[in-house]
């Protein structure tokens, strides 16, 4: 079974300071990777996703995220936080052999202080 | 072109009453999710079908929620004799039938949220 670790249930950052969302996860076959973003009162939205291939992968509004096998990490960053950016993230870990259910974390939520 | 729709957005019921949450997927989806969110948690899954039959319901807490998709579009979770540690947002996802990267993309509606008093 799979599982994933959020490190830091909230997260506060400054207007234009870095965002770092930490996101370990444990499975026993190769996993897909996600992060999801959730605004208020709304569905989830995917940011980015790593299946295959390139282990860095970008995403929407200027997120990206980097598959780390050996640390088995999948950590989400962005370099200059806007204030739009406050929400709650997810990090979400699939197999494919399992008809692709998410398993996820338990959020992270981030806060932007102008 | 229309996403995941779910209904009602929100449900109110007593302990012990019976309760319908309805998912209608994006048209063209084959595969069809369901997840439960608690206060503070991430979602976690409940039942995933493939056209009209259950692939995986590993995910359901009890023989009390049980879930349908008879024509293999829209799906209704059913909740019988609910207790207060049902209440949470369900969410409801569905995906297509091509294949990205061996993945086929998860797109989520809006959430029922259900409060069982």
């Known amino acids: 079974a799979q599982s994933v670790t959020q490190l830091g249930s909230h997260v506060s950052v400054s207007e234009g300071a870095l965002v770092l969302l930490r996101c370990n996860y444990s499975s026993s076959v190769p996993p897909y990777l996600f992060w999801y973003v959730q605004y208020p009162n709304q569905g989830l939205q995917l940011l980015l996703k790593y299946t295959t291939g390139a282990t860095l992968v970008k995403g929407i509004n200027g997120f990206e995220a980097e598959f ?3 640390e088995t990490s999948f950590h ?5 936080a806007h204030m739009s950016d406050a929400a709650e993230y997810f990090c979400a870990v699939s197999v494919g052999a399992a008809g692709n259910k998410l398993t996820f974390g338990g959020g992270t939520r981030v806060l932007v202080k102008p | 072109g229309a996403g995941v729709s779910q209904t009602p957005s ?3 019921t007593e302990k012990g009453k019976y309760v319908e949450l309805r998912c209608d997927p994006i048209s063209g989806h084959t595969a069809l999710y369901w997840y439960r969110q608690s206060l503070g948690q991430g979602p976690e899954f409940l039942i995933y079908f493939q056209g009209t039959g259950a692939a995986d319901d590993s995910g359901l807490p009890n023989d009390r929620f049980f879930a349908v998709r008879p024509e293999g579009s829209v799906s209704t979770l059913k909740i019988q004799r609910t207790e207060r540690g049902d209440s949470a947002v369900y969410l409801c996802a569905s995906s297509s039938g091509r294949r990205e990267g061996n993945y ?4 989520f509606g809006p959430g029922t949220r259900l409060t069982v008093l």
């Open chain 2, 10 to 12: 929100n449900k109110v």
């Open chain 1, 76 to 80: 989400l960053t962005k370099p200059s």
């Open chain 2, 104 to 107: 086929n993309e998860q797109f």
């Open chain 1, 68 to 70: 780390k096998k050996s």
